[in-house]
């Protein structure tokens, strides 16, 4: 699995910016995919998630109203798009994705050790 972020940049505080993530070499009927953020001194925190094929999305509660996750399964790419972007939203942003071949129940836990594969990640940096 590969994964491989853009998006990112420089915005002024209540802007918004969309991140993307192209993923290939998914080989179950499966995945969570998630995007985590990284800011420096601090662990991986995880931001929105959901699962290939379902409905269901998964927030933590910083982000909720203002941050949407979304797929394209034709594109191969899922999207986190965010707005009213605060200056604690100043990160590395990664996408990271596990099969769901034992289920999928977990991928509304946010933790970013059930996770396999990650992409390098896109920096977003806000400024007020």
């Known amino acids: 699995v590969q994964l491989v972020e853009s998006g990112g940049g420089m915005v002024q505080a209540g802007e918004s910016l969309t991140l993307s993530c192209k993923f290939s070499?998914?080989?179950?009927?499966?995945?969570?995919l998630a995007w985590f953020r990284q800011s420096p001194g601090k662990g991986r925190e995880g931001v929105a998630a959901?699962?290939?094929?379902?409905?269901?999305?998964h927030y933590v509660d910083a982000v909720k109203g203002r941050f949407t996750i979304s797929l394209d399964s034709a594109k191969n790419t899922v999207y986190l798009e965010m707005n009213s972007l605060k200056d604690e939203d100043s990160a590395l942003y990664h996408c990271?994705?596990?099969?769901?071949?034992?289920?999928?129940?977990?991928?509304?836990?946010?933790?970013?050790?059930?996770?396999?594969?990650w992409g390098p990640g896109t920096q977003v940096t806000v400024s007020s």
């Open positions: 959901l699962v290939t094929g379902g409905r269901s999305t």
């Open positions: 990271a994705a596990d099969n769901g071949a034992g289920g999928t129940w977990w991928c509304k836990d946010l933790d970013p050790d059930e996770y396999s594969s």
């Open positions: 070499g998914f080989t179950y009927n499966s995945y969570c």
